[in-house]
């Protein structure tokens, strides 16, 4: 079964502070996600990796960064947490598309609910 | 751009009763469609996905979905609800970025609460 584990299930964090949320799995997927998940808005994508080093913007990628210096770990950072980005964040992982119109199930960590203060 | 519509944010059925979860799309393309199950505390777990081929698809759990292109529609069914089908659903469709990774767009899910 493919794992993807997220660092922490739930943090509080104050404003200002650099925040770091961590995933791994565990299947060698080369793409991983970022998606924050809000109540009557669904999950958005905010970053995302197809290759260690390599990301691409989602739809909402302000205020974040990301990381990938090893293909079975993906971090988000919040550089500097602000009260609008209290949220849940889930990360997802899934393999490479076989074809060109190919889609790839994605699969998901259990999710970090975070609280800026 | 590609887009999901979940018509309904909420819907409340009877354990036992059938179940039906609307889900209209908007992609220009063959679609990639998926439904993904989230209960409460946890991440998304997947139930069904379409790629090609036969428009009814099975899942786990005893949910099944049909793609109907000319209604741009994957709706998710079950004949008899229990419980622990109680959670929030999403419905996804998916397309390849430039080739090198699959992107899912999400519409904004259907609460389903069971009444004993």
């Known amino acids: 079964d493919v794992k993807v584990t997220q660092s922490s299930r739930y943090l509080v964090k104050r404003t200002g502070e650099k925040v770091f949320l961590e995933c791994v799995q565990d299947?060698?997927?080369?793409?991983m996600f970022w998606y924050r998940q809000d109540p009557g808005l669904g999950l958005r994508l905010i970053y995302f990796s197809y290759d260690v080093k390599m990301k691409e913007k989602g739809d909402i990628p302000e205020g974040y960064s990301v990381s990938r210096e090893k293909k079975e770990r993906f971090s988000l950072i919040l550089e500097s947490a602000s009260t609008n980005q209290t949220s849940m964040y889930l990360c997802a992982s899934s393999p490479a598309p076989r074809t060109s119109g190919s889609g790839e199930t994605q699969y998901f960590g259990p999710g970090t609910r975070l609280l800026v203060l | 751009a590609q887009s999901v519509t979940q018509p309904d944010i909420h819907i409340t059925v009877s354990e036992g009763a059938s179940l039906e979860l609307r889900c209209n799309y908007s992609?220009?393309?063959?679609?990639?469609l998926f439904w993904y199950v989230q209960s409460p505390g946890q991440g998304l777990q997947l139930l069904l996905k379409y790629f090609s081929g036969d428009t009814l698809v099975q899942g786990i759990k005893g949910f099944e979905a049909e793609f109907k292109r000319s209604q741009s529609s994957f709706n998710l069914r079950k004949p008899s609800v229990h419980w622990s089908d109680a959670a929030e659903y999403f419905c996804a469709v998916g397309l390849t970025y430039t080739g090198t990774a699959s992107k899912l767009t999400f519409g904004t899910g259907t609460r389903l609460q069971v009444t004993l």
């Open positions: 299947m060698d997927h080369e793409n």
């Open positions: 992609y220009g393309a063959t679609p990639y």
